[in-house]
């Protein structure tokens, strides 16, 4: 399905793109230095797109996939456990590095709270780690707000819950 997001191409991905959605994760990564995506990461991801509740968005540039980012519904116990009522979980946002800075992310991220809405979320959460101020002022300039909560991430760094209230 094609989608025009913010003036980007976006459609939506199948869960056999799966490898699409992890090369994009790992450049993206590599280039904000925190250095490929984890095994732990990849089952994550693996998990969420194996219920089939779970949408996966790409943005496209000259036919190729550049963006991606995935809404699933939460679940308890770091995702494994029951639904939570209302509550969307956004993950894996992710651009390859040479298309930063053109509102891509934005337009993904944009894309997944109108999916929310559709799909009768009244909140969505991330998870963003402390040290990604880019990430986080994306976040924040779409009305994410920071909640008490806090993890640590598979390398030990800290992490903050983001949450967003989704105008039905
Ligand atoms: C974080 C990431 C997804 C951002 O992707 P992007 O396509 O460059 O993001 P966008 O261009 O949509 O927006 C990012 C920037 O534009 C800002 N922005 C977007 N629209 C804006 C607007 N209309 N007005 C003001 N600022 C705006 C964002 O706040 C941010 O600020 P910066 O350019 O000063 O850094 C990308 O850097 C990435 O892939 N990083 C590695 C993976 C990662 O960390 N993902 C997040 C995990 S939680």
Redesign the pocket.
């Known amino acids: 399905m094609k989608l025009q997001g913010d003036g980007f191409p976006l459609r939506r991905g199948a869960v056999s793109e799966l490898d699409i959605a992890w090369a994009i994760w790992c450049e993206?990564?590599i280039?904000?230095g925190?250095g490929p995506g984890s095994k732990a990461t990849l089952g994550r991801i693996k998990r969420r797109l194996a219920f089939g509740t779970t949408t996966l968005f790409f943005a496209v540039q000259d036919g190729e996939s550049v963006?991606v980012t995935m809404l699933a519904q939460a679940r308890e116990k770091s995702g494994d456990g029951n639904p939570v009522d209302g509550l969307g979980h956004l993950s894996t946002?992710?651009?390859k590095p040479a298309?930063?800075?053109?509102?891509?992310?934005?337009?993904l991220v944009n894309e997944a709270l109108n999916e929310a809405r559709v799909r009768k979320f009244e909140r969505v959460q991330?998870?963003?780690?402390a040290w990604?101020a880019?990430?986080i002022?994306?976040y924040e300039?779409l009305g994410f707000r920071q909640t008490t909560d806090q993890q640590l991430d598979d390398y030990g760094k800290l992490m903050h819950r983001y949450e967003i209230s989704v105008e039905l």
């Open positions: 993206a990564n280039a904000a925190r963006g946002v992710a651009v298309y930063w800075g053109r509102g891509i992310a934005r337009a991330l998870w963003v780690n990604n880019r990430a002022r994306l300039f």
